[in-house]
């Protein structure tokens, strides 16, 4: 259910919103042990999705390094690249 969470710290372009969002809802959902919250839990679950998306970019923010930005292709590409090699994927 994680495997939406990627690191978001020290790319070229920065982390979007949604990305942040993105990352936020699935820790959340992960934490709940459930994608789609009942009625009675959708407030909580909705408030705790925006309150570490919102903790999640003051952290982004905050973050310094001295290494140069990675470029999102050149990870998805290597990224692929490692995936296809263990066969846990077909090249498409």
């Given at each position: 259910?994680?495997?939406?969470?990627?690191?978001?710290?020290?790319?070229?372009?920065?982390?979007?919103?949604?990305?942040?969002?993105?990352?936020?809802?699935?820790?959340?959902?992960?934490?709940?042990?459930?994608?789609?919250?009942?009625q009675?839990?959708?407030?909580?679950?909705?408030?705790?999705?925006?309150?570490?998306?919102?903790?999640?970019?003051?952290?982004?923010?905050?973050?310094?390094?001295?290494?140069?930005?990675?470029?999102?292709?050149e990870?998805?590409?290597?990224?692929?690249?490692?995936?296809?090699?263990?066969?846990?994927?077909?090249?498409?």
């Amino acid at each position: 259910m994680c495997r939406n969470i990627h690191t978001l710290h020290n790319f070229e372009p920065a982390a979007t919103s949604d990305e942040v969002h993105a990352a936020a809802l699935q820790y959340v959902r992960k934490i709940a042990g459930t994608t789609k919250p009942s009625q009675a839990n959708r407030e909580a679950f909705d408030r705790a999705v925006a309150d570490i998306a919102h903790a999640t970019q003051h952290l982004l923010d905050d973050l310094v390094t001295s290494a140069p930005p990675k470029n999102r292709d050149e990870e998805a590409a290597k990224k692929r690249a490692r995936a296809e090699a263990s066969g846990r994927y077909s090249a498409a």
